[in-house]
């Protein structure tokens, strides 16, 4: 099992600011994975962080706005930029490849007033 | 990519056993079978996956359908604790770019009464 946390738990934001999300993992792992939950609604992928390289974005998402940094095999960070009320949401990262059990961090509650 | 179909709720009564029902008309012949389930403020957690056969863990069982199309989840004895929104997730385990990463669908939120 992988043990994830995630800082910061919950911030409340401003529009036009940009926040940076960490998840730190107990242990090297391949696949991270950052989700985002808007209210009431199921978990959408945004996309895989991939180490060394560039995130490879879902459908509907893009690296200005969702830049995400991968330096290690337990770290990474999803920034989320020049943010607006619909960014308010839950953002999760998770590990685990497809032969493996995906772990879900506890995620982050944004609000953006 | 084959979707599942869930209802939206269910209710069950503490102690009984619950019987969370998953459509999957679409599944292609190396879709697995995984549900996971999201308690209240916290992220999703495994729950059981499973192939063709039907499967059974300390949490859960699964029991799948002959023809793969549908799949049942089956909570021997809810627990307060069991209310969480169950997601039913195909994923393709031979496919790397899509068997990596999880679509979720709306999920079956279970309240528990007690």
């Known amino acids: 099992s992988a043990v994830i946390s995630q800082k910061p738990s919950r911030d409340i934001c401003q529009r036009g600011t940009s926040l940076t999300i960490q998840c730190q993992v107990d242990?090297?792992?391949?696949?991270m994975f950052w989700y985002r939950q808007q209210p009431g609604q199921s978990l959408t992928l945004i996309a895989t962080a991939n180490q060394g390289s560039e995130a490879t974005y879902e459908s509907g998402f893009v690296i200005d706005k969702f830049p995400i940094s991968r330096p290690n095999l337990t770290f990474s960070t999803l920034t989320v930029s020049n943010m607006s009320p619909e960014d308010s949401s839950i953002y999760l990262c998770?590990?685990?490849?497809?032969?493996?059990?995906?772990?879900f961090g506890p995620g982050t509650r944004l609000l953006v007033l | 990519d084959a979707k599942t179909t869930q209802p939206n709720s269910m209710e069950s009564n503490e102690e009984e056993p619950v019987h969370l029902p998953c459509n999957h008309s679409?599944?292609?012949?190396?879709?697995?079978i995984h549900w996971y389930r999201q308690l209240p403020s916290q992220g999703p957690e495994y729950v059981i996956h499973g192939l063709t056969s039907n499967v059974n863990n300390r949490m859960a069982s699964l029991a799948i359908a002959e023809d793969r199309k549908s799949s049942t989840l089956i909570l021997h004895r809810a627990t307060l604790r069991d209310a969480a929104v169950y997601y039913c997730i195909l994923r393709d385990l031979h496919k790397k770019s899509s068997g990596d990463k999880l679509t979720f669908g709306t999920g079956t939120r279970l309240a528990v009464r007690p």
């Open positions: 679409t599944i292609s012949g190396t879709d697995y």
């Open positions: 242990s090297q792992v391949t696949m």
């Open positions: 998770s590990v685990g490849g497809r032969r493996e059990t995906q772990y």
